[in-house]
């Protein structure tokens, strides 16, 4: 079964530091990767995904993520974080095939704290 | 965007009651939707997966005669938690995802579930 691990379970920075969370996932074939933030009392909002060309995709907020398939990696990056990024992210893959066409497996999360 | 409602966000019960969430995709088709639900600094642990107009798929040791799915419409799907206990209090999350697989999956506000 595929699998997705977080290392990072809680991450406390201060402005302006860098930040690189990381995801490493098992399984074999072609995946669709997702990194997903969850706010403090908000629902699971789509930071960025990956599903073919570039490995180093963009999205939203500055964030940016690099898909390394040799290492089945794909870790989350910003240059200089803001108070305001304070939140839990969630990486997430999504297989090409399996029982249930479709599902996300999502990692345990990791919670970044910023200091202001 | 595309938009997910999640209705009701917080449900205080007695136990033996039974319980209904509803999760809607209020400006696009969603052919799949998925049931999660989180426990306190976890992941989202997978329910079911529910395509409309056909029974749900059920994750390995989830109770589908405790856990109810319904997907009527493309836009609409509920969860029934039957007889609630004081264990099934959680926080449940709904997801759902357009016709193409390469559409992410988009998250409801999540149900807090209290059950006395």
């Known amino acids: 079964a595929q699998s997705v691990s977080q290392h990072n379970h809680h991450v406390i920075l201060s402005e302006a530091a860098s930040l690189e969370l990381g995801c490493n996932y098992s399984y074999g074939g072609t995946v669709n990767l997702f990194w997903y933030v969850q706010y403090p009392g908000q629902h699971l909002q789509l930071l960025l995904k990956?599903?073919?060309?570039?490995?180093l995709v963009k999205g939203i907020k500055g964030f940016e993520a690099e898909f390394i398939k040799s290492k089945f990696s794909f870790n989350l990056r910003k240059p200089s974080v803001q108070w305001s990024d304070t939140a839990e992210y969630f990486c997430?893959?999504?297989?090409?095939?399996?029982?249930?066409?479709?599902?996300?497996?999502f990692g345990r999360g990791t919670q970044l704290t910023v200091w202001p | 965007g595309a938009v997910v409602s999640q209705h009701p966000s917080w449900v205080i019960c007695k136990s033996g009651t039974s319980v209904k969430i509803e999760c809607r995709s209020l400006d696009f088709q969603a052919t799949t939707m998925f049931w999660y639900r989180q426990f306190p600094k976890q992941s989202l642990m997978l329910m079911a997966t529910?395509?409309?107009?056909?029974?749900?798929?059920?994750e390995q040791g989830v109770e589908k005669d405790k856990f109810l799915i319904n997907h009527a419409s493309l836009t609409l799907s509920t969860l029934t938690v039957t007889s609630a206990h004081p264990e099934d209090s959680s926080f449940y999350i709904c997801s759902a995802s357009a016709l193409s697989l390469d559409q992410p999956q988009h998250f409801g506000d999540g149900t807090r579930l209290s059950i006395l």
């Open positions: 990956y599903f073919s060309g570039d490995p």
């Open positions: 529910s395509n409309e107009g056909s029974k749900a798929t059920y």
């Open positions: 997430a893959v999504k297989a090409d095939r399996g029982s249930t066409l479709g599902r996300l497996y």
